[in-house]
């Protein structure tokens, strides 16, 4: 009982430090350019405690993370929507669950080494269907920043905190099809990420 309760404590605690920099905001975002139809199959790696979900329709949603706190917490409010793992997303999973139409990659990149973010590029690619796209939101740092969105940025404890080029570069090694664009950084949404919409995996056509 204690320990569901700091569960939800940690996954409430993350969630306002969201919602005070306007990064839900840009979660909203990421979910209507992934624009899934209800009965989709949609894979969420670094789901955290996946306090989005009410934005999505009715899907056939996978979320994991290594955080053992936010999908215990993911499990109590969402368990009858949504199947979580509290394990990195690996290629046994990839084995049993694919393939997805959209896939989630919010806030996780920025947590990943290049060797990390490239391999796991490669598997989500290697986890859709052709037709599947990819939406990934990180904190960037980049020229013409503001100075706010800058301070949040250098505060994210991300250890790989990328110019918007660095993480596009890494995506291009295993999409085709590349749309990127700032989010944020407006009074609404102090915080400014970058997202990219993957699609047309390489490990399709290859
Ligand atoms: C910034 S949070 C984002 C959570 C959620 N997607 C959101 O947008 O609010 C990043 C999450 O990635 C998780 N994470 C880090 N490395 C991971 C990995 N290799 N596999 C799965 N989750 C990971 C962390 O535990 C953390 O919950």
Known sequence: MISTWMDRGHAALYVLSQRMVGADLARRTCLEALAPRPGDRILDI????????????????HGFD???RHIASARARYGDRGH??????????????APFDGVLLLGLLHHL???QASSLLA???RSIRPTGRVITLDTALY?????LARLIAKNDRGDFIRPPRAFRRLASEHFASIEDRI?????????????MELSSPVSASA
């Not at 670094?46 to 949603?61: I, K, N």
């Not at 020229?143 to 100075?147: I, M, P, V």
């Not at 989010?183 to 997202?195: E, W």
């Open 46 to 61: 670094g789901c955290g405690p996946a306090y989005y979900l009410d934005h999505l329709p009715a899907c056939d949603y």
């Open 66 to 68: 290594t955080d053992r």
């Open 84 to 97: 979580f793992y509290d394990e990195p997303y690996g290629p046994e999973h990839a084995e049993r669950l």
């Open 113 to 115: 080494d290049d060797e």
């Open 123 to 125: 598997l989500v690619a």
């Open 143 to 147: 020229e013409g920043q503001s100075r």
């Open 183 to 195: 989010v944020g950084d407006t009074p609404r949404m102090l915080a400014s990420h970058y997202m």
